[in-house]
């Protein structure tokens, strides 16, 4: 089946430097969404990339989908401690037929010090 | 709209006994999901359901069974809890269309002793 690696598990940073999270999927996707769950919370939808090498920015997050749409990152700059939490890239399967089906990566959990 | 609700928020079973966690949405939704997110794997597809009287499985159906005899309603029962099931459930929702974002609802934290 579809399976989705996302690196690195855990990322320590200081305020201020800059962060950077991998997905890479084992199959062709036809889409792939990034969710971001703060310590104790629920995962909350941030972002959807469609297109091949598809490029997206929210204020200090920038969102890549590669061009075999196999891959995908999400990079911050310069963080703040309100960056905090763990960083899920989810992926839906190019060939499948059952909308809505995501297969989430195993996350990376942000660390940010003050 | 409250979105996607889930009770119990914490839950204590012994080996054995059954249960069942709640997850309703009013957002007319057709899609709903489960999902166990355990640390260091993510989070993991139980089982879904493309509307009412449709569901299907997911990567890790087993000990688990849902039934969605309404839109707005996606039920999943423990039939016999096993420490293996200690985890958050989440319930998830999502819109007509395909790659629509999924509406997470708060979890529900069970430990199973």
């Known amino acids: 089946g579809q399976q989705v690696m996302q690196i690195p598990q855990y990322q320590h940073v200081q305020e201020g430097e800059d962060f950077t999270t991998y997905c890479n999927s084992s199959t062709t996707l036809s889409n792939i969404q990034w969710y971001k769950q703060r310590p104790g919370g629920h995962p909350v939808f941030l972002i959807q990339l469609v297109k091949s090498g598809e490029v997206k920015k929210q204020k200090r997050l920038t969102f890549q989908f590669g061009e075999a749409k196999k891959n995908s990152s999400l990079h911050i700059t310069a963080t703040q401690t309100t960056d905090v939490g763990t960083y899920f890239c989810a992926g839906a399967n190019a060939g499948g037929t059952s909308y809505g089906k995501l297969t989430f990566g195993q996350g990376t959990i942000l660390t940010v010090h003050p | 709209n409250a979105g996607v609700t889930q009770t119990p928020k914490f839950q204590v079973l012994k080996t054995g006994q059954s249960m069942t966690l709640q997850c309703a949405q009013d957002?007319?939704?057709?899609?709903m999901s489960w999902y166990r997110q355990d640390p260091g794997m993510g989070l993991r597809l139980i089982h879904y359901s493309v509307g009412a009287g449709i569901t299907d499985q997911g990567e890790v159906p087993n000990g688990y069974n849902v039934s969605r005899s309404t839109t707005e309603d996606f039920p999943l029962r423990l039939l016999s809890a096993a420490p293996s099931q200690t985890s958050v459930y989440f319930c998830?929702?999502?819109?007509?269309?395909?790659?629509?974002?999924?509406?997470f609802g708060p979890g529900t934290r069970l430990t199973v002793t």
């Open positions: 957002m007319n939704h057709e899609y």
């Open positions: 998830a929702s999502t819109p007509l269309g395909r790659g629509s974002e999924q509406y």
